[in-house]
């Protein structure tokens, strides 16, 4: 790509405490709010921005298949907290990831824990973002004493439906119960007024709510957003579903045939992904986005903003091959850090083997 032109300008989190002054506890509340699916209570977390200048949140992620770049809305959401003056941390629940049905082996589970916080490092989620990692503090005499307070309180029925849609349940078992209930307590354990997370950890979140103070402890506020959208358009992206994912660390030769083939029909931007991936992933990095075309197409065309590309998209003034094909260019350009990362330190993919 040539310098100017839809160049990139990556993301970059600096003088937080400075940035945070300047901002009403109004438009820290927009910020955090914008493009969310649930709030609970939107009361109690307009309260807190008035009352705090840098509340704590937190979001958890188990380290299982390759991560991709289904994780866009929970980025792009978290980059809010942060600018909204959030102490914000990133829970790499390492343990969780093996309690649910072993999706990841115990002997990995730290080292594709480094994989997964290498990647949102390097798409920004670094600076004023504190890592943890569930095996450093799920041992401890007082994390187990809460688990033991928990355990009577919740009903196996209360446990499975708060697991149906974070674990893979086909044959339930033990762990998977437990899965949510540590879940819960990692609230009290990061002391946090806010827990993030996609919609699926509704069921788990709101049990806390219900939970949480029958033993002592304060319930978190709850932030929710959509799911990120697999490249088939077709539910979320899953490091699970091989053909509906695209690895983080993916070269571009693969970038390019995934986009490509992905869901996106002409005129339609209502669940399209490419779409969804433009507006959280590429906007936020870039000052103008801009389709390269033929002059006979009409040449190229550029946007400031991603209201005026989705405008002109529904219009039917922009063809899905040349989007999917500035997707592709993009994309490549975003994740060149960490392919580069990666190339280095080849040696940790290899517990992806199987898998991509």
Same mark, same amino acid.
């Given at each position: 790509?040539? =310098?100017?032109?839809?160049?990139l300008?990556?993301?970059?989190? $600096?003088?937080?405490?400075?940035?945070? &002054?300047?901002l009403?506890? &109004?438009?820290?509340?927009?910020?955090?709010?914008?493009?969310?699916?649930e709030?609970v209570? %939107?009361?109690?977390?307009?309260?807190?921005?008035?009352?705090?200048?840098?509340?704590k949140?937190?979001?958890?992620?188990?380290?299982t /298949?390759?991560?991709?770049?289904?994780?866009?809305?929970?980025i792009?959401?978290?980059?809010? %907290?942060?600018?909204? /003056?959030? *102490?914000?941390?990133?829970?790499?629940?390492?343990?969780?990831?093996?309690?649910?049905?072993r999706k990841?082996?115990?002997?990995?589970?730290?080292?594709? /824990?480094?994989?997964?916080?290498?990647?949102?490092?390097?798409?920004?989620?670094?600076?004023?973002?504190?890592?943890?990692?569930g095996? $450093?503090f799920?041992?401890?005499k007082?994390?187990?004493?809460?688990?033991?307070?928990?355990?009577?309180?919740?009903t196996?029925?209360?446990?499975?439906?708060?697991?149906?849609e974070?674990?893979?349940?086909?044959?339930?078992?033990?762990?998977?119960?437990?899965?949510?209930?540590?879940?819960?307590?990692?609230?009290?354990?990061?002391?946090?007024?806010?827990?993030? /997370?996609g919609?699926?950890?509704r069921h788990?979140?709101?049990?806390?709510?219900?939970?949480?103070?029958?033993?002592g402890?304060? &319930?978190?506020?709850?932030?929710?957003?959509?799911?990120?959208?697999?490249?088939?358009?077709?539910g979320?992206?899953?490091?699970?579903?091989?053909?509906?994912?695209?690895?983080?660390?993916?070269d571009?030769?693969?970038?390019?045939?995934?986009?490509? =083939?992905?869901?996106c029909?002409q005129?339609?931007?209502?669940?399209?992904?490419?779409?969804?991936?433009?507006k959280?992933?590429?906007?936020?990095?870039?000052?103008?986005?801009?389709?390269?075309?033929?002059?006979?197409?009409?040449?190229?065309?550029?946007? *400031?903003?991603?209201d005026?590309?989705c405008d002109?998209?529904?219009?039917?003034?922009?063809?899905?091959?040349?989007? &999917?094909?500035?997707?592709?260019?993009?994309?490549i350009?975003?994740?060149?850090?960490?392919?580069?990362?990666?190339?280095?330190?080849n040696?940790?993919?290899?517990?992806?083997?199987?898998e991509?």
């Amino acid at each position: 790509m040539d =310098s100017g032109e839809g160049e990139l300008k990556y993301f970059e989190i $600096t003088n937080m405490h400075r940035m945070v &002054k300047m901002l009403e506890p &109004k438009a820290r509340l927009e910020m955090v709010t914008k493009d969310t699916f649930e709030i609970v209570t %939107l009361q109690e977390l307009e309260s807190l921005l008035i009352t705090n200048v840098n509340p704590k949140s937190y979001w958890g992620v188990a380290p299982t /298949g390759p991560p991709h770049i289904g994780y866009y809305r929970a980025i792009s959401k978290q980059m809010d %907290l942060v600018n909204a /003056g959030f *102490k914000h941390k990133i829970l790499i629940a390492d343990m969780h990831a093996y309690l649910d049905d072993r999706k990841s082996p115990w002997e990995e589970i730290e080292l594709r /824990g480094k994989i997964y916080e290498m990647c949102f490092r390097l798409l920004g989620l670094d600076k004023n973002v504190e890592y943890i990692y569930g095996h $450093t503090f799920q041992y401890s005499k007082e994390y187990v004493n809460n688990l033991y307070k928990l355990m009577p309180l919740i009903t196996v029925t209360r446990a499975t439906r708060a697991a149906s849609e974070v674990c893979r349940m086909e044959d339930p078992k033990v762990s998977q119960l437990v899965y949510p209930l540590m879940q819960i307590l990692d609230c009290v354990e990061l002391d946090v007024d806010v827990a993030y /997370g996609g919609i699926d950890q509704r069921h788990v979140y709101m049990l806390g709510r219900e939970c949480l103070p029958l033993i002592g402890a304060r &319930k978190p506020i709850l932030i929710f957003t959509p799911l990120g959208i697999g490249l088939s358009g077709k539910g979320k992206m899953s490091a699970s579903k091989k053909k509906e994912r695209l690895e983080l660390f993916a070269d571009p030769k693969k970038i390019e045939e995934k986009i490509a =083939s992905a869901f996106c029909p002409q005129n339609e931007v209502k669940d399209n992904p490419i779409l969804e991936y433009v507006k959280y992933l590429i906007f936020p990095r870039i000052e103008k986005f801009v389709i390269e075309r033929e002059k006979k197409y009409g040449g190229d065309i550029e946007f *400031k903003t991603f209201d005026e590309l989705c405008d002109q998209y529904k219009k039917g003034n922009i063809h899905p091959y040349d989007l &999917k094909k500035a997707t592709a260019r993009y994309l490549i350009e975003i994740l060149k850090p960490l392919r580069d990362y990666f190339e280095k330190h080849n040696d940790m993919l290899k517990v992806y083997q199987h898998e991509l």
